[in-house]
């Protein structure tokens, strides 16, 4: 592939159709299934009933922290320290959570001219007391300390940050964010966005799709925030696509690789790490890098005639497992053009015009994706991360 025109994968969205609140119930919302090249208007509680027969779910489980940090300096200088990595990217995020008495994160750092090295900045939550340092403004990396040390990162976030919502929201987090800007099943601490296409599930979907002989799974991508980057290439090929953690478990590979089920990703962070696993197996059958990192062109290196078939690859990645999981890191660029390996559906909600996440859903359904925004557009839907749903079955 020479060029992909950023320009061909726009749309117009008003600003009125961005949902700025979500829905009082979760499974209320709008579902457009499209399915064989054909538009249906549904709801989020009827998708049980239109998935294909035997089909497996695959979740992502990652839990959003309170990623934004608000400190205020004896000046009254406000400083936001938004976290975005732990310094240690090989610790699965979830442990590093767990830490205790401090902890070293990459940061987003807004108002950082006015934070001097050397200076602490210090904030109290009842009787926890938070302490933070800049040891490299270039880099954002920042040194936190508290009191008492016996109390986790993540309790400690949990008491001085507040909801990191997407940009477009142009609102403060609110209380209710802190559970509606997550999914009921969520489990793993790490994101900084929501895996929003799960925002729709409740426990009664959940159970329905159980009464429907639907098999669900779980694994997990830590969404950063890259996934709100623009592409400001006029060449989407040249936009340099963000990193994220995931782990899979040795119960997931097993379940890919033991039959022949249509997999359904629930949202594109889903469906990037199980495209991922797929050329990681390849990765391991080319007899390349055993770590477990896949690079943003690693899908476009291959002579498309000698790839191994999904179960072949993802049985090599089962057999490279020595324990119940597999943590490692992927930059997968989903575009036009791509041949999906593992994903047979998509459940996801609507997209920011010439994103990353557009071209994925391109990728996916072809020039339908035109007929589907359109189409949602014109029936009213609820877009972007609070909005509407929609089930893509393009088989």
């Known amino acids: 592939m020479k060029e992909i025109r950023t320009d061909d994968f726009f749309y117009n969205l008003p600003e009125d159709r961005i949902a700025q609140f979500p829905l009082a119930e979760r499974d209320q919302s709008k579902l457009l299934l499209f399915k064989e ?12 009933h239109l998935l294909p027969t035997n089909s497996c779910l695959f979740f992502n489980d990652t839990k959003v922290i309170p990623a934004r940090i ?3 300096k004896e000046t009254g200088a406000a400083i936001e320290v938004f976290l975005l990595n732990p310094v240690d990217k090989k610790m699965p995020l979830a442990m590093a959570m767990q830490a205790r008495e401090s902890a070293e994160w990459e940061c987003m750092i807004g108002n950082l001219k006015r934070w001097t090295k050397g200076t602490t900045l210090t904030l109290v939550r009842n009787e926890v007391t938070l302490r933070a340092n800049v040891i490299d403004h270039a880099k954002g990396l920042v ?8 109390i986790s990162f993540a309790e400690i976030v949990s008491l001085t940050g507040s909801t990191p919502l997407p940009p477009y929201l142009k609102r403060q987090a609110e209380v209710s964010d802190s559970k509606r800007y997550q999914t009921v099943y969520s489990r793993f601490e790490g994101a900084v966005a929501a895996p929003t296409a799960g925002l729709h599930f409740t426990e009664e979907v959940m159970a329905n799709l159980k009464k429907k002989d639907i098999e669900v799974d779980f694994l997990t991508l830590h969404v950063s925030a890259g996934t709100f980057a623009p592409i400001k290439s006029k060449n989407a090929l040249e ?29 594109t962070t889903a469906m990037r790490t ?32 000698t790839l191994p078939a999904r179960r072949e690859a993802l049985a090599m990645v089962l057999n490279k497992l020595t324990g119940d999981q597999i943590v490692g890191s ?14 047979d559906g998509l459940i996801t909600n609507f997209h920011q015009p010439g994103s990353t996440l557009m071209l994925l859903v391109a990728a996916f359904v072809g020039d339908h994706w035109k007929d589907i925004y359109d ?10 991360s609070y909005g509407d749903s929609s089930l893509l079955l393009p088989g």
């Open 70 to 72: 608000q400190f205020v």
């Open 143 to 150: 040194r936190f300390e508290w009191t008492p040390g016996i």
């Open 37 to 48: 090249g054909k538009i249906q208007h549904r709801q989020f509680f009827d998708l049980p």
């Open 330 to 343: 992927t930059s997968i660029y989903i575009v036009p053009g791509y041949q999906f390996r593992v994903c």
């Open 375 to 384: 189409g949602a557009l014109l029936s009213g839907y609820r877009f972007l």
């Open 239 to 267: 936009h340099p696509m963000h990193s994220e953690q995931v782990v899979v478990h040795r119960t997931t590979l097993e379940k890919l690789t033991g039959s022949d089920r249509p997999n359904i990703a629930v949202g």
């Open 274 to 305: 199980l495209e991922s696993l797929y050329w990681y197996g390849v990765k391991l059958l080319k007899g390349g890098s055993h770590d477990f990192i896949i690079a943003q062109d690693d899908p476009y290196q291959h002579d498309l005639a």
